[in-house]
Structure formats: structure tokens, C-alpha cells
């Protein structure tokens, strides 16, 4: 492996680290290496804490090795004032000679400012190594800003026989076609996106509370769709466990503490008013979880980055068709009993 693409290979999987804890910022890792040895390495873990060069210069204990070091970084350094100084400034000021670079930064804050800052100051910079891959570690980060719109995810489960749900039910709650380990494997997903998104039918029908409470992590924003006012009060979405942001088109509604509505035309285009809603939002992130007619909105409108699928080992015989979609570069899985079908749309 070539020197370059191991040590970027080390910045991604640093970077990694920093899965659903970064908005709205991006995954970022970064390695100090002076003779051949690693002297520092850092990565990114919360808006308005250190950047990952930062946290790889501190981790340097003799400083005065920076002067003949290699920096090596999965994204273009910033050059603006955010929450925290520019990491261009860092790297210039401690005199650190060569910049390697994974890829260029999208946002037009940066978009390759950073790597022009530090061309002017003196630095070997290489820039494009692994850029692919790099490009895919902030994959929601990259659609956001050239897109300009959340990277979304389609999630959903379905019987042997293609039904999402029973066409009746007893009580108010889900009906689980997948085992515990498929739905603790849900909860991860859901604290590594930045919202969840749901309709009227399933709020009404499950009384979800959409949080993460299988897993460590953070609780996505809860987005729910309910056009007419129709979800009772007392359910568990308005708990404000985590901010919820409701879809409406009624004006007749009080925003409370963490319970925000918003007015959106239902009759025309709702995935993408809904997409472009999620943009001026700064929310990057989003995984649909159904019920059907929500999901089929999507597909139906091409607006989709990927669909994770789970089939589970029982049948209903009738019930709710589970949506329709043609799903290509599919990659399936098991656990358990369960299958895991997980597609890319590449449009």
C-alpha cells in the first residue's frame, strides 16, 4: 500500500468515529507523521469542539517535530471563523511543511480555500487521495451541500409474502416482523442520521416513540407528517424527549417547547417540499421509516439515496403491500432469521 493512501485510510477510519455526533458538521480524521512514525492523530467529535487537525496537533508531544512532519487529513482544512478557528491557520502557524489531502471540502465556505491558503503559505499539499472513499465517509455531508437537499434513507420491513403490516390489529402498537437483533440494529442507524421521518398512519397506529433507545447514541429529530391535525396529543412523539418538527397544513397550531409546525402544500410534490424543508432546516440526514404511502411518496418522486430493507421469516397472508420499488447494486445480508437488503439509488 502506497504511504499516502495508508495514512488516509488511517484519517477515515478515525473519522469514523465521529458517526452521528458531527452535525451539522462532517466526519473528519487526521494523522501527524513525522520519519515514517505517527506522532498525532485526531478526529472531529462535536460541533464547536476542536477539528480533527486540532486534536491531531495537540496530540503531538514534542511540538518541534511539526516543522518537518506530513499532515495528513480526510478533507480539505477549513480557512473561515466558525464556532472554532481556521485549521489552515493551525497547520501554517506551526509550520507543519506538507498537507495531505483525501478530497475537497464541498461547502462554499471552503471549496478549496483551505487548500489555496496553504499553497500561498509555502505547503506541499497533494489533494485526491482516496477521494472515492472519502467522498463516501461524508456521503450525507456531500449530498447536503451539493444537492441541496438531506441524504435520505428508506427504511422498511416486510413480511415473507411482501406486507408491510396486518390489515387489523389489537392494540396500539407495532406488530414486529423482524427480530431483536434487526430492530437493535435499526436503533444504531437511526442515532447515526440526523432526523426520522414518519406519517400520520403509523403514528396513529404504533404510537412510536422514534428515539434510540436500543442503542447509544443521539435521538434523531423526529419529522412527521400529519395534514390535518388528526395525531392525538398524548402520543408519544410529542414527549419532548427530542425536538419534533410536525408537517402540516393547517395554520390552526401552537408551537411548544420542542414541538415545531410547519405548514407544506400536500396536494403537490410532498418529497421534495419536504426535502427542501429538511435543507433550510440544516438538517443533512434523514431515514424514512414508512408507513407505505410515505415511502412510496419518495419513490415515486426518485428523491432516495438509499433503501435498507428487511424481510423477516413470517407471513400475514393479507395486509398492507409493502412499497414498490426497483431496487439495483443491492447488497443482502442475515441476521438471525432476517434478511437485509441494502440499495443504493444512483441517478
Given at each position: 500500500?502506497?504511504?499516502?493512501?495508508?495514512?488516509?485510510?488511517?484519517?477515515?477510519?478515525?473519522?469514523?468515529?465521529?458517526?452521528?455526533?458531527?452535525y451539522p458538521?462532517?466526519m473528519?480524521?487526521s494523522?501527524?507523521?513525522?520519519?515514517?512514525?505517527?506522532?498525532?492523530?485526531?478526529?472531529?467529535?462535536?460541533?464547536?469542539?476542536?477539528?480533527?487537525e486540532?486534536?491531531?496537533?495537540?496530540?503531538v508531544k514534542?511540538?518541534?517535530?511539526?516543522?518537518?512532519?506530513?499532515?495528513?487529513?480526510?478533507?480539505?482544512?477549513?480557512?473561515?471563523?466558525?464556532k472554532?478557528?481556521?485549521?489552515?491557520?493551525?497547520i501554517?502557524?506551526?509550520?507543519?511543511?506538507?498537507v495531505?489531502?483525501?478530497?475537497?471540502?464541498?461547502?462554499?465556505?471552503?471549496?478549496?480555500?483551505?487548500?489555496?491558503?496553504?499553497?500561498?503559505?509555502?505547503?506541499?499539499?497533494?489533494?485526491?487521495?482516496l477521494?472515492?472513499?472519502c467522498?463516501?465517509?461524508?456521503?450525507?455531508?456531500?449530498?447536503?451541500?451539493?444537492?441541496?437537499?438531506?441524504?435520505?434513507?428508506?427504511?422498511?420491513?416486510?413480511?415473507?409474502?411482501?406486507?408491510?403490516?396486518?390489515?387489523?390489529?389489537?392494540?396500539?402498537?407495532p406488530?414486529?416482523?423482524?427480530?431483536?437483533?434487526?430492530?437493535?440494529?435499526?436503533?444504531?442507524?437511526?442515532?447515526?442520521?440526523?432526523?426520522?421521518?414518519?406519517?400520520?398512519?403509523?403514528?396513529?397506529?404504533?404510537?412510536?416513540?422514534?428515539?434510540?433507545?436500543?442503542?447509544?447514541?443521539?435521538n434523531?429529530v423526529?419529522?412527521?407528517?400529519?395534514?390535518?391535525?388528526?395525531i392525538?396529543?398524548d402520543?408519544?412523539?410529542?414527549?419532548n424527549?427530542?425536538?419534533?418538527?410536525?408537517?402540516?397544513?393547517?395554520?390552526?397550531?401552537?408551537?411548544?417547547?420542542?414541538?415545531?409546525?410547519?405548514?407544506?402544500?400536500?396536494?403537490?410534490?410532498v418529497?421534495?417540499?419536504?426535502?427542501?424543508?429538511?435543507?433550510?432546516?440544516?438538517?443533512?440526514?434523514?431515514?424514512?421509516e414508512g408507513?407505505?404511502?410515505?415511502?412510496q411518496?419518495?419513490?415515486?418522486?426518485?428523491?432516495w439515496?438509499?433503501?435498507?430493507?428487511?424481510?423477516g421469516?413470517n407471513?400475514?397472508?393479507?395486509?398492507?403491500?409493502?412499497?414498490?420499488?426497483?431496487?439495483?447494486?443491492?447488497i443482502?445480508?442475515?441476521?438471525g432469521?432476517?434478511?437485509?437488503?441494502?440499495?443504493?439509488?444512483?441517478?
Amino acid at each position: 500500500m502506497k504511504t499516502n493512501e495508508k495514512y488516509i485510510r488511517r484519517c477515515i477510519e478515525l473519522a469514523k468515529n465521529g458517526l452521528g455526533t458531527t452535525y451539522p458538521n462532517p466526519m473528519v480524521g487526521s494523522v501527524i507523521v513525522c520519519d515514517g512514525k505517527i506522532i498525532g492523530e485526531g478526529w472531529h467529535k462535536k460541533s464547536g469542539e476542536p477539528h480533527a487537525e486540532v486534536n491531531a496537533v495537540n496530540a503531538v508531544k514534542d511540538k518541534s517535530l511539526l516543522k518537518k512532519s506530513t499532515i495528513y487529513v480526510s478533507l480539505e482544512p477549513c480557512s473561515h471563523f466558525g464556532k472554532t478557528p481556521p485549521c489552515c491557520d493551525l497547520i501554517i502557524e506551526n509550520k507543519i511543511p506538507n498537507v495531505v489531502i483525501g478530497t475537497v471540502d464541498p461547502n462554499i465556505k471552503v471549496a478549496g480555500n483551505g487548500i489555496k491558503k496553504l499553497l500561498e503559505a509555502g505547503a506541499n499539499v497533494t489533494v485526491g487521495i482516496l477521494e472515492t472513499e472519502c467522498n463516501e465517509l461524508n456521503k450525507r455531508f456531500f449530498t447536503f451541500h451539493e444537492k441541496k437537499r438531506p441524504y435520505i434513507i428508506l427504511k422498511w420491513a416486510e413480511s415473507q409474502d411482501g406486507f408491510i403490516a396486518p390489515l387489523t390489529k389489537q392494540e396500539q402498537k407495532p406488530v414486529w416482523i423482524t427480530n431483536e437483533f434487526s430492530r437493535q440494529l435499526v436503533h444504531k442507524w437511526r442515532s447515526e442520521e440526523q432526523a426520522i421521518l414518519v406519517g400520520t398512519q403509523t403514528v396513529i397506529d404504533d404510537n412510536p416513540k422514534l428515539d434510540t433507545r436500543d442503542w447509544s447514541g443521539n435521538n434523531p429529530v423526529r419529522i412527521v407528517l400529519d395534514q390535518h391535525n388528526r395525531i392525538p396529543k398524548d402520543s408519544r412523539i410529542f414527549n419532548n424527549q427530542a425536538k419534533t418538527i410536525v408537517l402540516t397544513n393547517s395554520s390552526n397550531t401552537i408551537n411548544e417547547e420542542n414541538i415545531i409546525f410547519e405548514i407544506i402544500d400536500f396536494k403537490q410534490n410532498v418529497a421534495s417540499q419536504i426535502a427542501d424543508f429538511l435543507y433550510r432546516h440544516q438538517i443533512q440526514s434523514v431515514i424514512v421509516e414508512g408507513g407505505r404511502q410515505t415511502l412510496q411518496t419518495f419513490i415515486d418522486e426518485n428523491l432516495w439515496d438509499e433503501a435498507r430493507l428487511f424481510v423477516g421469516n413470517n407471513s400475514f397472508k393479507k395486509g398492507i403491500k409493502a412499497p414498490i420499488i426497483a431496487l439495483k447494486n443491492s447488497i443482502k445480508q442475515t441476521i438471525g432469521n432476517d434478511t437485509v437488503i441494502i440499495s443504493r439509488n444512483h441517478d
